[in-house]
């Protein structure tokens, strides 16, 4: 699907929302199951399928809910802030607990039975504790044994000045083989893939853990520690530095969730002899409710302890390859040159895409941000913007969907195609498109440098109207040789009938026929997909903005599995033929 079309579904409240992380803890480990599947899945199903709601097979009334029950499983949490939760052995599913919670300290990362009461459905539960149950010798999620005793290899390459070791049982990867991997520094010039292991599932054996990889590459670009600490594509509430081994790196989580599965994603920055690294982590996990036999379910310090000891075993030596010059860090950067390929996105002319590309000095790397003149005002943004990793962003840098926190970083010399869409405005939007240079991890807004973008409004017919299938049959007040004048704030009832029974909704469309014989699209009516398809009506109010003869109704429903074509008509002024 093209990227404009994508921010279109996305407008139209398709909402293919991304699991984000939230927190390291647990609790929104499970969400992102949920949110990772909720396209593809409608309510009930999607409680069976992502292991979000934890009814056992035979439902449980409200009743049963508000009676005490034992719980068993791992516990984990914060103590410090007073937070803690309980993976359950039976199914996996996850618990926020509440109540006594004081009986809870020194148990972090034990198996325990608690006592109490299950107070909420919507995942994450709530549980009251009442009591405390005890302590079992069944251990949560471990390393095999075999994981520190393993007979290990290491590895050496003296070009980029890296040595590192693994267990036997992993599989090493040649990076000619590994694919394309870029890394997610600030600058994707550069990047060199140094290594890549594949992690068996069985590390961590009888639990959801499905695997992952391993992979070392460096940025030969970068020659600042402050700007290698940094992330091409990133949240900051979620970054953080770490010590393994004496060497201190920047790190970043991200996490997704897809088809029952939720990958985290942990990356570690370091700037050593002259050489920005990047050592990654891929981990998988099965969600626990889609898998019929009991496991064991990782938590975030499981994940912690697999990366605490492959990262411990990572050492760096002078490289023999020439090494990025560091700069002055004094110099202030700026932009010499900042182009687009067009100052107007539209769905006809370009498919809303437009190709910026620009040049700097002394820059590390770049922003690209987005202003609307006017502001956008209520929930759902008038405009949407699609960059390159497909996360939709708006005004002032903000999601159509949810807030957007994420920030990401370009390399300092180089261009980036973006979509724009106006899904909600007849009337053009105006973006303003500015870029911003970065040196040692700091932003220079002075030097900054924008172009103003005219978004015009979203045509769903961007290669001409398609011809009408005749499966929808339109009907409107007016006579069928087209001479019927409709003024202009008038009202105008449209009925309309659906032979195909497999359609949800059907769209209405204004079109008109021009001198080239063509049919051209006006506006969209209602702004939304009218229901039920199979026989229903709307009326509409006739805009002023149009005037003029030769204009019909046209319907077709999503997915072009039926579609309509209505008789002729002129709008005139609402001030002639009063």
Same mark, same amino acid.
């Given at each position: 699907?093209?990227?404009?079309?994508?921010?279109?579904?996305?407008?139209?409240?398709?909402?293919?929302?991304?699991?984000?992380?939230?927190?390291?803890?647990?609790?929104?480990?499970?969400?992102?199951?949920?949110?990772?599947?909720? !396209?593809?899945?409608?309510?009930?199903?999607?409680?069976?399928?992502?292991?979000? /709601?934890?009814?056992?097979? /035979?439902?449980?009334?409200?009743?049963?809910?508000?009676?005490?029950?034992?719980? %068993?499983?791992?516990?984990?949490?914060?103590?410090?802030?007073?937070?803690?939760?309980?993976?359950?052995?039976?199914?996996?599913?996850?618990?926020?607990?509440?109540?006594?919670?004081?009986?809870?300290?020194?148990?972090?990362?034990?198996?325990?039975? =608690?006592?109490?009461? $299950?107070?909420?459905?919507?995942?994450?539960?709530? &549980?009251?504790?009442?009591?405390?149950?005890?302590?079992?010798?069944?251990?949560?999620?471990? !390393?095999?044994?075999?994981?520190?005793?393993?007979?290990?290899?290491?590895?050496?390459?003296?070009?980029?000045?890296?040595?590192?070791?693994?267990?036997?049982?992993?599989?090493?990867?040649?990076?000619?083989?590994?694919?394309?991997? =870029?890394?997610?520094?600030?600058?994707?010039?550069? @990047?060199?893939?140094?290594? %890549?292991?594949?992690?068996?599932?069985? @590390?961590? +054996?009888?639990?959801?853990? *499905?695997?992952?990889?391993?992979?070392?590459?460096?940025?030969?670009?970068?020659?600042?520690?402050?700007?290698?600490?940094?992330?091409?594509?990133?949240?900051?509430?979620?970054?953080?530095?770490?010590?393994?081994?004496?060497?201190?790196?920047? $790190?970043?989580?991200?996490?997704?969730?897809?088809?029952?599965?939720?990958?985290?994603?942990?990356?570690?920055?370091?700037?050593?002899?002259?050489?920005?690294?990047?050592?990654?982590?891929?981990?998988?996990?099965?969600?626990?409710?889609?898998?019929?036999?009991?496991?064991?379910?990782?938590?975030?310090?499981?994940?912690?302890?697999?990366?605490?000891?492959?990262?411990?075993?990572?050492?760096?030596?002078?490289? /023999?390859?020439?090494?990025?010059?560091?700069?002055?860090?004094?110099? @202030?950067?700026?932009?010499?040159? &900042?182009?687009?390929?067009?100052?107007?996105? #539209?769905?006809?002319?370009?498919?809303?895409?437009?190709?910026?590309?620009?040049?700097?000095?002394?820059? #590390?790397?770049?922003?690209?941000?987005?202003?609307?003149?006017?502001?956008?005002?209520?929930?759902?943004?008038?405009?949407?913007? !699609?960059?390159?990793?497909?996360?939709?962003?708006?005004?002032?840098?903000?999601?159509?969907?949810?807030?957007?926190?994420?920030?990401?970083? %370009?390399?300092?010399?180089?261009?980036?195609?973006?979509?724009?869409?106006?899904?909600?405005? !007849?009337?053009?939007?105006?973006?303003?498109?500015?870029?911003?240079?970065?040196?040692?991890?700091?932003?220079?807004?002075?030097?900054?440098?924008?172009?103003?973008?005219? @978004?015009?409004?979203?045509?769903?017919? +961007?290669?001409?109207?398609?011809?009408?299938?005749?499966?929808?049959?339109?009907?409107?007040?007016?006579?069928?040789?087209?001479?019927?004048?409709?003024?202009?704030?008038?009202?105008?009832?449209?009925?309309?009938?659906?032979?195909?029974?497999?359609?949800?909704?059907?769209?209405?469309?204004?079109?008109?026929?021009?001198?080239? *014989?063509?049919?051209?699209? %006006?506006?969209?009516?209602?702004?939304?997909?009218?229901?039920?398809?199979?026989?229903?009506?709307?009326?509409?109010?006739?805009?002023?903005?149009?005037?003029?003869?030769?204009?019909?109704?046209?319907?077709?429903?999503?997915? *072009?599995?039926?579609?309509? =074509?209505?008789?002729? &008509?002129?709008?005139?002024?609402?001030?002639?033929?009063?």
């Amino acid at each position: 699907m093209p990227a404009m079309e994508a921010g279109v579904l996305i407008m139209r409240g398709r909402k293919a929302v991304m699991a984000r992380r939230l927190t390291h803890d647990l609790e929104f480990r499970r969400l992102a199951f949920c949110l990772g599947t909720c !396209l593809f899945a409608s309510t009930a199903s999607l409680a069976r399928a992502n292991g979000m /709601t934890h009814y056992p097979a /035979t439902h449980q009334t409200v009743e049963a809910k508000e009676a005490e029950t034992t719980m %068993r499983g791992c516990l984990g949490g914060r103590p410090e802030g007073g937070f803690y939760y309980l993976v359950a052995d039976d199914g996996g599913y996850f618990y926020v607990l509440h109540g006594n919670t004081a009986l809870l300290k020194g148990y972090v990362g034990k198996e325990i039975s =608690l006592r109490g009461k $299950e107070t909420d459905a919507v995942a994450p539960s709530r &549980f009251e504790i009442a009591s405390f149950g005890q302590i079992f010798d069944a251990p949560c999620p471990t !390393l095999k044994p075999s994981f520190s005793r393993a007979a290990w290899q290491t590895e050496r390459n003296r070009e980029y000045g890296i040595e590192f070791s693994y267990p036997d049982d992993f599989a090493l990867t040649p990076v000619t083989e590994s694919g394309q991997f =870029l890394g997610n520094f600030v600058t994707d010039q550069g @990047v060199v893939p140094v290594a %890549r292991l594949s992690i068996p599932g069985g @590390v961590y +054996p009888n639990s959801n853990f *499905g695997g992952g990889s391993f992979t070392i590459s460096v940025n030969t670009e970068i020659g600042n520690g402050a700007s290698c600490r940094q992330f091409g594509f990133s949240d900051p509430r979620f970054a953080s530095s770490h010590a393994f081994h004496g060497i201190q790196y920047a $790190e970043m989580v991200r996490t997704s969730g897809a088809a029952g599965t939720i990958y985290s994603n942990y990356q570690f920055h370091t700037l050593q002899n002259g050489l920005c690294y990047e050592i990654a982590f891929e981990f998988s996990e099965a969600n626990p409710g889609n898998i019929e036999r009991r496991i064991r379910v990782l938590r975030d310090i499981d994940e912690s302890n697999l990366i605490q000891a492959l990262i411990a075993r990572v050492e760096f030596s002078i490289p /023999t390859v020439a090494v990025a010059r560091e700069g002055n860090p004094q110099a @202030v950067p700026r932009i010499t040159r &900042f182009v687009a390929s067009s100052q107007t996105a #539209d769905d006809v002319a370009n498919r809303g895409q437009i190709t910026f590309s620009w040049a700097t000095q002394h820059a #590390d790397y770049v922003e690209i941000s987005y202003k609307c003149i006017p502001p956008m005002a209520g929930d759902v943004p008038a405009a949407v913007i !699609l960059e390159d990793h497909g996360y939709p962003a708006g005004c002032n840098n903000t999601s159509p969907l949810f807030k957007n926190t994420t920030v990401e970083y %370009r390399a300092s010399n180089s261009s980036q195609t973006i979509a724009f869409g106006n899904n909600r405005r !007849l009337d053009p939007i105006t973006i303003v498109v500015e870029l911003t240079p970065f040196a040692y991890g700091k932003a220079y807004p002075d030097s900054a440098k924008s172009i103003s973008i005219q @978004v015009n409004a979203h045509n769903p017919f +961007p290669e001409g109207v398609p011809t009408p299938d005749g499966k929808i049959v339109l009907s409107y007040p007016v006579h069928a040789d087209g001479t019927t004048k409709l003024q202009q704030g008038s009202s105008l009832t449209i009925h309309w009938t659906d032979a195909n029974p497999r359609d949800a909704c059907v769209n209405l469309y204004l079109i008109q026929d021009v001198v080239t *014989g063509k049919q051209i699209y %006006r506006m969209q009516l209602g702004d939304k997909c009218f229901a039920p398809a199979s026989s229903s009506s709307y009326t509409w109010t006739i805009p002023d903005r149009y005037s003029g003869g030769g204009f019909r109704i046209y319907s077709g429903a999503p997915g *072009g599995t039926a579609s309509g =074509l209505g008789a002729h &008509f002129s709008i005139v002024p609402w001030t002639v033929e009063r």
